[in-house]
């Protein structure tokens, strides 16, 4: 294919060579003369490993050239890359100048194509925040151009993850390949840039392909941060972080695997509240700061906090909630965030009725007893072994577990109640139109 590419710092100038290599013909354009004169010779305009040598001799085959001029990189090409930064203003927010400047030339240019002229895809690189190119970006293009996205011109958002110091390595081996498709055609063509290379292809819609990049990369820092902040209490309490980390890394079932990253209720449990409080604890009297440990306890605190807003939105009183104990298979109610929401809905006069198929007052023993005497000593009042019970009842449905009985009763359950889902039911695509249907964090 023959290629433009906008902007040629770190992921524009990698994009462009890598290209090249790949047997594209690709024209590099950037408002800086430097970076263009750089490409020309045969050097790359950053230091990153094997980009030195590949730009050189993609330069040499004909293959990669640049230029200023965007007019004419647009005639000659099929599809825009465009890589131009997005960086922070002081109050976090994101500058899109660079993309809109960019957009209205490419726009512009486009304008002047003849209708004869192959259609044109324009795809977007930059990261970019949700919303951005759909509300902003195609606006731009079709009131330049004056031509219909989709129709007389593709677009597609295309997020990278290539890293600094690797990211010709990272071209090649990726570990997925995400495609925002504006329509079927434009995502097409953006697959066909990537044929053959590793890595599960996602084509999704746009606004989807913008958030991942942002959840890749605050995860990423949430996983330093978390290293880091552990390496500084066990240095405080005398144990090596790096042996401690090789345990932790070991455990690809549970640590470094999809579980627990499934976004849905808040946790709960005899285990990690406490165990949470327990380690905050030894880093305080270690005098060691860990604020993304000592706040995990406050984000979950908030998260049931947001479930209780939206039960209580809707103004009804007759509450029914589905499921208690803290994980689905088990009656521990221990430090459940559904017996804490039951709990709040009591205190604020709610009209509760609970069912969970696993939990029976008369065997409740011990510790576990102990804890829900303490929060909701009326439960037997509550408590139901009917799903179709408390569906009657409920102006609200609470859904906290997946019990099949829950299921069924919730197929049954007309327009005029309210579900307010927190553990993501099996059927939530299908409900998200729905009147009624309310998805916790989804």
């Known amino acids: 294919m023959r290629i433009s590419v906008f ?55 004909g293959a990669l050239r640049a230029t ?49 002229e192959p259609r044109h895809t324009v795809v977007f690189r930059s990261t970019m925040l949700p919303g951005t190119c759909e509300d902003l ?50 995502g097409d063509t953006v697959a066909a840039l990537y044929e053959d290379l590793p890595g599960e292809v996602f084509r999704v819609p746009l606004s989807v392909a913008e958030m991942t990049k942002y959840a890749d990369n605050s995860f990423h820092a949430l996983k330093i941060g978390f290293a880091n902040e552990l390496g500084a209490v066990c240095r405080a309490l005398g144990l090596d972080s790096h042996q401690v980390m090789e345990i932790f890394l070991a455990d690809r079932k549970l640590n470094v695997s999809p579980a627990y990253l499934r976004p849905g209720f808040a946790f709960g449990g005899s285990c990690l509240p406490k165990d949470l409080r327990g380690l905050v604890y030894a880093a305080r009297r270690a005098d060691v700061a860990v604020p993304i440990l000592s706040h995990v306890l406050s984000s979950n605190e908030e998260h049931l906090r947001r479930a209780f807003d939206l039960i209580t939105l809707p103004g009804k009183r007759r509450i029914g909630l589905f499921g208690l104990s803290f994980k ?68 609200v449905c609470v859904v906290g577990c997946k019990d099949p009985d829950v299921l069924r009763v919730l197929g049954d359950a007309g327009p005029d109640r309210t579900i307010v889902d927190l553990i993501r039911l099996p059927d939530a695509a299908l409900r998200r139109d729905r009147p009624g249907y309310v998805g916790l964090g989804w």
């Open 328 to 395: 689905p298979g088990t009656d521990d109610l221990r430090e459940s965030p559904l017996v804490e929401l039951a709990e709040r809905l009591l205190g604020k006069g709610y009209d509760l009725r609970i069912y969970d198929a696993n939990v029976t007052l008369s065997r409740l023993m011990g510790a576990n007893r102990a804890y829900i005497e303490g929060r909701l000593p009326h439960l037997g009042e509550l408590l139901t072994n009917s799903a179709d019970d408390v569906l009657a009842h409920a102006e």
């Open 7 to 61: 902007g040629l710092g770190y992921v524009g100038s990698v994009s462009a060579a890598c290209l090249a290599a790949r047997g594209h013909q690709v024209i590099g354009i950037d408002v800086n003369p430097d970076k263009v004169a750089l490409i020309a010779s045969g050097k790359a305009p950053v230091v990153e490993e094997r980009i030195g040598e590949l730009t050189a001799e993609m330069v040499e085959s």
């Open 68 to 116: 200023t001029d965007v007019a004419a990189a647009i005639a000659e090409s099929e599809v825009s890359l465009v890589c131009v930064g997005t960086p922070s203003a002081p109050n976090g927010s994101l500058s899109t100048d660079h993309l809109e400047r960019v957009a209205e030339q490419i726009g512009v240019a486009l304008g002047a194509r003849g209708p004869q």
């Open 137 to 186: 970006l195609i606006p731009i293009l079709a009131k330049a151009s004056q031509r219909t996205p989709g129709v007389d011109f593709g677009v597609a958002v295309n997020p990278e993850f290539l890293r600094e110091g690797t990211s010709v390595r990272d071209f090649y081996e990726p570990p997925k390949t995400v495609i925002g498709q504006f329509d079927e055609l434009s």
